[in-house]
Nanobody
């Protein structure tokens, strides 16, 4: 049974940093594309970053240069390091996974989702 559990969210001031973690279980981690999505109240879910294989990654323009996605295969854990946070980064952040080694950036391409972790950035 595939399970994704996010942690690391919280409240920070603008300019601060947070690191989100996603503990994955129930599937062959290395054979999946994994990603972080976010959704703020009243907005559509959007992809933040995705990673596949040995570290091929893609970022949303709004976070490129500030966020870094990575994974630790030994721990079956996905990370999102978020620096220089802005109030507009405030959202629920979700970890997602889908089988295959092509890089996907659309929510409907992902089969498995975590419950989410809240990130709030104050000005």
């Amino acid at each position: 049974q595939v399970r994704l559990v996010e942690s690391g969210g919280g409240s920070v001031q603008a300019g601060g940093s947070l690191r989100l973690s996603c503990a994955a279980s129930g599937f062959t981690y290395s054979r999946y594309c994994m990603a972080w999505f976010r959704q703020a109240p009243g907005t559509e879910r959007e992809a933040v970053a995705a990673i596949v294989g040995y570290g091929v990654a893609r970022y949303a323009n709004s976070v490129n240069g500030r966020f870094t996605i990575s994974k630790d295969a030994a721990k079956n854990t996905l990370y999102l390091q978020m620096n220089s946070l802005k109030p507009e980064d405030t959202a629920m952040y979700y970890c997602a996974a889908t089988p295959g080694l092509s890089l996907r950036f659309e929510g409907n391409e992902y089969n498995y989702w975590g419950q989410g972790t809240q990130v709030t950035v104050s000005s």
